[in-house]
């Protein structure tokens, strides 16, 4: 038996030495040593210097690795001459001509006995791997190209952000004495050179980190492909670990992270000052790659997709829905979780409950669903359907379901008998309660706005407010908009309203001030249809009625 060291015998020679593999890789000068973790033959000189840089290398003389890298080429076994391998092992790679297999008495390396294949068939297990292996890193290197791209889209969208903000100075500065007009030049050169500096950081942390870990994923495929053009079996299976090793290693790496500090907005000044204008520091954080630092108002909407039920899964009045990770989950009176893929396609039912729901949603990789019929009880399940835990929680109001919201890991629910809002722990513990006296006993339905309040609307009474769960205040009351019912918050700047008995409506708030500022309508809502819900993840927006799931781009 010969058991091969696959790490030196992969090797090939150096593309620029030609045929000529007892060249030094770096200067040309005769090579004395090979390197067999930097895969270079180095001569007398460079080998201090590469000794000096990576202490530690293994290394062989040039004459072996020369000599081991021809026996690989024609497929020899070493032990037995021009007998040619034909057999190896699954689990430590050893390569075994006819004789070896035959002679073959010692261990594998896990101290079980050899895993023997004809050499081709392991080969080709191999190389199945070796091309997952390139799919694995090709995913990794298209995910980082996204990012780049997205992070163009980013720096794009600064710039324009940034031009937005000298327009709103120049809008003030005209409005001011003509004796200031210096004064609002010198702000406007300032901010420019302010903010500058993180638009610096995200053009080079695009074209540095991103671009850089780009290239890196790329040489590395190319390798891969420039180690295995060779129809040499037994030179393939030497070859796998090394290649194994690296594409490892770039896999281990994480993404790049994308940090601007200093950003630099304006503050226009209540108050009557010689400048009505002034900078304000936005603090430090990530730069939200996912969306625009300022998201404008959304105008219109793109249809994406539609999705047909089928005739025995006609959604209804109790039916909730909730689009997570590009996944929609539906709830409907046969007590099932259905599943829409994220390429649009009905899959069907997810799993079964033992009760019917009024209310769910998906957080962190649990399902939290209110049982419809028993207004007191919280049910906690995995994405598996595998129920986790439960417990009650209060209102024990006469008038129809609630609603649930999950705000910053925290369970927000309205008492509706006791006219206050309960916020629980994921565990269903109660944090803290706020009297509201704008909580009613009809249809009342709620969602998460930000990090520290929620927006409530009564139906009946035409009502929508926002709630801080930090202080127990009513933020802002609009009775703007009859009817309202389903509502979601878009980039946490704006709020989307529908009506009750208006489908073809979506009104858009301003959510910190409730200001109505715009309508959108829904071109695809039939006359005859309901919709009967509305959740935005990112710039996707998500209808339902009776029959169809819309998907819907917000622009």
């Not at 070796?130 to 995910?143: G, P, S, Y």
């Not at 389903?486 to 959510?511: G, P, Q, T």
């Not at 001030?513 to 071109?523: A, I």
């Amino acid at each position: 038996m010969q058991v091969y060291d696959t790490t030196v015998d992969t090797l090939p020679a150096h593309p620029a030495m030609g045929d000529n593999s007892s060249a030094c890789t770096i200067c040309s000068n005769l090579a004395v040593m090979f390197c067999t973790l930097c895969s270079e033959s180095l001569c007398t000189h460079h080998e201090r210097s590469h000794d000096n840089a990576h202490s530690g290398h293994p290394k062989v003389t040039i004459e072996e690795y020369l000599q081991r890298r021809s026996r690989l080429q024609k497929g020899e076994c070493e032990k037995h001459g021009a007998l040619r391998c034909t057999t190896g092992c699954s689990s430590c790679l050893i390569t075994l001509c006819d004789v070896c297999t035959i002679e073959l008495k010692d261990s594998c390396c896990d101290g079980e006995a050899h895993r023997l294949k004809p050499l081709a068939d392991l080969v080709e297990d191999l190389m199945k791997e070796v091309n997952q292996l390139k799919a694995d890193i090709l995913n990794k290197e298209e995910d980082n190209s996204k990012l780049f791209k997205k992070t163009s889209e980013v720096l794009a969208d600064y710039n324009s952000e940034t031009k937005e903000l000298i327009r709103t100075l120049h809008r003030v500065r005209d409005e001011q004495m003509a004796a200031l007009h210096q004064k609002y030049n010198e702000l406007e050169t300032d901010l420019i050179v302010r903010r500058d500096i993180p638009r610096e950081s995200v053009k080079s942390f695009m074209e540095n980190e991103v671009s850089t870990k780009v290239l890196e994923l790329y040489r590395c495929r190319r390798m891969i492909d420039a180690a295995l053009e060779t129809p040499n079996q037994v030179e393939v299976m030497a070859k796998y670990n090394d290649i194994k090793d690296k594409v490892a290693t770039l896999m281990s790496q994480s993404y790049p992270e994308l940090q601007v500090k200093g950003q630099i907005s304006l503050e226009v000044k209540e108050s009557k000052r010689d400048i009505e204008v002034e900078m304000s520091f936005a603090g430090h954080g990530c730069l939200d790659i996912d969306g625009l630092t300022v998201p404008r108002i959304p105008h219109s909407l793109s249809l994406v997709a539609s999705v047909d039920m089928p005739a025995s899964k006609k959604l209804n009045f109790i039916t909730d829905s909730c689009y997570y990770e590009g996944i929609t989950y539906l709830s409907r009176s046969a007590q099932t979780i259905d599943i829409i893929d994220k390429e649009h396609k009905y899959v069907g039912p997810r799993f079964t409950l033992d009760f019917e729901t009024q209310c769910f949603t998906v957080y962190d990789d649990r399902i939290y669903v209110m049982q419809h019929g028993n207004r007191h009880r919280i049910c906690i399940y995995n994405l598996q359907g595998k129920r986790i835990s439960q417990w009650n929680y209060y209102d024990f109001s006469k008038g129809t379901a609630n609603m649930l919201a999950i705000v910053s890991g925290q369970i927000v629910i309205a008492d509706r008998s006791n006219q206050q809002v309960n916020i629980y722990s994921l565990n269903g513990e109660i944090k803290k309660q706020f009297p509201c006296s704008l909580i009613s006993d009809y249809q009342l339905t709620i969602c998460s706005a930000g990090q520290d309040s929620v927006i409530m609307t009564d139906v009946c009474l035409h009502k929508i407010f926002r709630f801080s769960l930090l202080t127990g205040e009513v933020v802002w009351l609009s009775k703007a908009i009859r009817f309202p019912k389903y509502m979601a918050c878009y980039r946490d700047k704006y709020v989307l309203v529908s009506c009750l008995y208006e489908f073809h409506n979506i009104w858009v708030l301003d959510i910190n001030t409730g200001e109505r500022l715009f309508e959108l309508v829904d071109p695809f809502q039939k006359a005859e249809g309901i919709a009967v819900g509305l959740q935005i993840h990112g710039d996707t927006l998500l209808r339902r009625d009776h029959q169809t799931i819309r998907y819907y781009k917000l622009r």
